[in-house]
């Protein structure tokens, strides 16, 4: 049986100042990260065996806090980020084979970054409500499958989320890895997960309408127990 820990990051500045983030690289606030050590200190008695994070930054730090502020949860060993995608000018300078028995790694892929939110990125929300409604900004913000204008759906980002999971991170936790995943609202806002060809992991049970009704807290673990088939057979909300 594995555990599976999904923490959306910390308060970042522009979650602070209420404006369309997506994939604006923007980091944790002072409040975000104090979210992040107080998650840290929730998950005292829990062992992670691997994380994995998006690519942008407010998630990295994140992860990088929980893993670190409390000594517990890494099992005494030193948490090493690996960039499974280099950018186009990388030249080996993070290339190390690592040492699974002193090292414990945070993977970033941009598989589970925030939804893209195309043309709203970097506009206030409530000002984006004032001039088109606040039905039209709900609907690109909550639907589940209408696209921001130039941006993704909630479909999509889930799409390349699940795709990630099953192929990255469910052969973990079919191992018996404890797995921490420090992400976004809408990249862990998932309705089922899949296993293989077949649906067998409904996490949570959520219909469409849930799902998109569904709001992750900033800094707060939720935590799955899993069967040794992936299924959920538990659940627990760290928030006091
Ligand atoms: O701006 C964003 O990237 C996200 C998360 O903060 O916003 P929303 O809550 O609208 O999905």
């Known amino acids: 049986m594995a555990q599976l820990i999904l923490v959306r990051h910390g308060q970042s500045l522009w979650n602070a100042l209420n404006k369309f983030t997506g994939w604006v690289d923007v980091p944790l606030s002072e409040r975000g990260r104090a979210e992040a050590t107080i998650a840290s200190c929730r998950l005292s008695g829990y062992r992670v065996n691997v994380c994995f994070t998006s690519k942008l930054i ?6 990088t ?15 090493i980020i690996k960039h499974e995608q280099p950018d186009a000018d990388w030249r080996g300078w993070d290339s190390y084979d690592g040492n699974p028995a002193e090292e414990l790694p945070i993977f970033t892929n941009a598989a589970l970054d925030e939804r893209f939110y195309g043309e709203l990125q970097g506009l206030n929300k409530a000002d984006t409500a004032a001039k088109y409604g606040n039905e039209q900004v709900q609907k690109w913000r909550r639907s589940y499958s209408v696209r ?39 990249s862990l806002r998932w309705r089922s997960l899949s296993f293989g060809e077949s649906i067998i992991m409904m996490l949570d049970r959520l219909s469409p309408d849930e799902v998109t009704a569904l709001e992750l807290a900033t800094g707060v673990p939720i935590v799955y127990e899993l069967d040794a088939a992936g299924g959920s057979i538990g659940k627990q909300i760290l928030n006091d």
């Open 58 to 63: 407010r998630a990295i730090e994140t992860a």
């Open 148 to 186: 921001p204008p130039g941006g993704e759906s909630l479909e999509d980002t889930q799409q390349r989320v699940v795709a990630y999971f099953n192929s990255r991170i469910l052969p973990h936790l079919r191992a018996g890895d404890n797995v921490l995943i420090a992400a976004h609202g809408n």
């Open 65 to 79: 806090i929980c893993l670190t502020e409390n000594d517990d949860i890494c099992g005494g060993k030193i948490p």
